[in-house]
Structure formats: C-alpha cells, structure tokens
C-alpha cells in the first residue's frame, strides 16, 4: 500500500499471519456488506502479537500526547483489549464503554473526570461511529479527548474525527451498502461474523 510505514506493515503481517483479516462475503456491523473481515479477536487470541501490536501503537501515540494521558477507553466489545494492552503501556487508567438502550454509557463503577486526558481506543475502525461516540461520551464528562487508536483502519483513513487517529494497519477495504452490494448480486452467501447485528444499530468502529 502507498505510504505503508514499515510499522503498518508489519501490523499488517501479524494480521494475516494470524488469520484475523478473512475475504469472503461479510455484513459488517455497520450493516454494509465487504468482501473482507478483520476479527481482531483472531490477534488476541494470541497474546505475544497483540503486545506487539499494542508497543507499536504506543511508541507512535507517545509523541502526539505531550502531557500524557489519565485514561484510555474503549467501546464494548471490541474496544476492551486495546484499551486495557493500551493504557499499561501509557500508565493511565483502562475502562470500557458498554451499549444500553441503544446508546454506549459508562457502568461497572467507571467514571471520567472533568480535565481528563483520554485516548479512544478500537480494534476496527470502518465508518469511526463508536470512536466518536465514545469521544462524544468523554466531552460530555468533562474529559478531554486527545487521540484515537486502533489495530485496524479499514476505512483507509477516510473515518475522520477531531484528534489525531494512530491505526496498527490501514486497509483500504471496499464496503457497500446492502443494496448495492455486488456480492450480493452475484448470489454469494453472506457471514455475520460481527457481535452486534441488530436491526436499526448505528454504524459504529468495528469492524
């Protein structure tokens, strides 16, 4: 890809080394519909790799953070392992924003604080709905977003939010939707392979 970094690269290798980027016919949990799948569950599955993964984040991270960061906090439930393998690496706290009523909120005794420096992490990032929903949630505690992280990006860049985005990989991965979805046309078998697919869920960052 034009502009892989050697890092991107080798995130991009892990990935397929370990199975976590598929091809077929898949409906993404932003309801459209791609001829490839990154399951992020497939490199976590392997400890050692995500780590790698997670120092080559966060050395790249370190330099747009300045002052540092109090916390990293992911979306439920893709978001969970970045966030936590993120925030070691970072000294901050790690939690985790889970979907109720339709709308991520803050449970489990979690809780930001006004002033706060956060980074929103993700395992995929397509549409960036979940990122910016997340972020959203940190603005509305007083927090104070200051990147976005992620293995993946398989908008290829296009998912765009108001802090800088570091991605493990970019992948500029077609996606359509259902109804104009070539896959679709040619009568091939669609995969679900996504934990939410609910009818009327927003786009969100996973995969």
């Not at 080394?17 to 799948?37: C, I, K, N, Q």
């Not at 392992?81 to 790690?94: E, I, K, T």
């Not at 992280?149 to 108001?162: Q, T, W, Y």
């Not at 109804?179 to 009818?199: D, F, N, Q």
Request: with cysteine.
């Amino acid at each position: 890809m034009n502009g892989e970094s050697a890092e991107e690269r080798e995130v991009r290798r892990l990935l397929e080394e370990v199975g976590a980027l598929a091809r077929g016919h898949f409906l993404l949990t932003s309801g459209r519909h791609s001829d490839a799948y990154v399951q992020c569950a497939r490199l976590f599955e392997r400890p050692e790799a995500a780590e790698h993964v997670a120092d080559l984040l966060a050395a790249r991270l370190r330099p747009l953070l300045g002052q540092g960061v109090e916390a990293v906090i992911g979306p439920a439930l893709g978001g969970i392992l970045p966030a936590y393998l993120l925030a070691r690496r970072l000294g901050a706290r790690a939690l985790y924003a889970e979907r109720e009523e339709g709308a991520l909120r803050l449970r489990r005794g979690f809780a930001l604080h006004a002033g706060e420096r956060v980074v929103v992490a993700e395992d995929v990032i397509t549409t960036g709905g979940s990122a910016a929903e997340v972020a959203a949630l940190a603005l509305a505690a007083g927090a104070r977003p200051v990147a976005v992280a992620a293995v993946a990006d398989r908008s290829g860049g296009a998912a765009r939010f108001d802090v800088p985005v570091v991605a493990g990989a970019r992948l500029e991965v077609p996606s359509w939707p259902a109804e104009e979805c070539p896959l679709c046309r040619r009568g091939l078998p669609i995969e679900r392979p996504g934990s939410r697919h609910l009818a009327g869920a927003r786009p969100d960052g996973g995969a």
